[in-house]
């Protein structure tokens, strides 16, 4: 007797219609999973993938609860409990602390870590709703783990997210979730455009593999701790930041 081949895992992405978060989302679909994502608005990557049968797209918008609950009804509607969440969407916001608006550390604050608890909370709430083992991943960063002058705010949530992630673990250990943390150096994104040729120079010269990274370099750590290779790791921060903290 030959058993049926088991379905496949439901991932949930937070903003994976550009930048890291779409490297992701099509790394989990080539890995097989099946994935749903949202972001504020659609993109080329996600139009282009409206047809395919296990990806499913919703705008929805981190600082907004009401449209987050809407999501998660959605994806769980069309794939199921979740087996897994990636917390990959987020803001960027610099500036020296003495000077910055109050709405732009509220906007970071909104998104990047209230939002994502919020964010978290409805996706454990559906996890817990089966007996199936579970991994939540957040997408940090090393701004959390090391001081940066003009980024207080933007590393006061990434700081949060690992601090969550460590309690997260315990409080949901026994029910076989797993959560872990991803803190990437610079990456080659929209979130680093912004930064001068000097400023680049500065931080390639600072790092010992000698280059920005790229959102590839964080697929391989991200689907490594999502899978079952990484069944005993749990509460940890990898640093993926080609040495840049060392």
Do not use: W
Not at 3 to 15: D, F, K, Q, T, W
Not at 18 to 34: E, F, K, P, Q, V
Not at 58 to 80: C, H, Q
């Amino acid at each position: 007797m030959t058993s049926e081949p088991s379905a496949p895992r439901h991932v949930i992405l937070s903003g994976g219609s550009r930048g890291l978060g779409m490297t992701l989302a099509s790394a989990l679909l080539d890995a097989g999973y099946c994935v749903s994502t949202f972001s504020r608005r659609p993109s080329g990557f996600t139009e282009s993938l409206a047809d395919h049968e296990r990806f499913a797209f919703a705008t929805a918008d981190l600082a907004a609860p009401a449209s987050l609950a809407a999501f998660v009804k959605e994806a769980v509607a069309r794939f199921g409990p979740p087996d897994g969440l990636v917390n990959s969407a987020g803001i960027a916001v610099d500036g020296i602390l003495a000077t910055m608006p109050e709405d732009r550390i509220d906007a970071v604050l909104a998104v990047n870590l209230a939002g994502t608890l919020k964010l978290t909370r409805l996706v454990v709430r559906e996890m817990l709703t089966t007996n199936r083992p579970g991994a939540i991943l957040t997408i940090s960063s090393i701004i959390g783990l090391r001081g940066y002058s003009g980024l207080a705010a933007y590393a006061a949530t990434k700081g949060g997210l690992d601090a969550m992630t460590r309690a997260l673990a315990r409080e949901l250990g026994g029910r076989g979730i797993r959560v872990n943390a991803v803190a990437p150096g610079y990456l080659e994104t929209e979130m680093t455009h912004g930064l001068s040729v000097q400023q680049t120079r500065q931080i390639v010269g600072r790092t010992p593999l000698g280059r920005l990274g790229l959102p590839g370099d964080v697929v391989g750590p991200v689907l490594f701790l999502l899978s079952d290779a990484a069944a005993f790791i749990t509460g940890q921060v990898l640093v993926v930041d080609g040495g840049i903290t060392a």
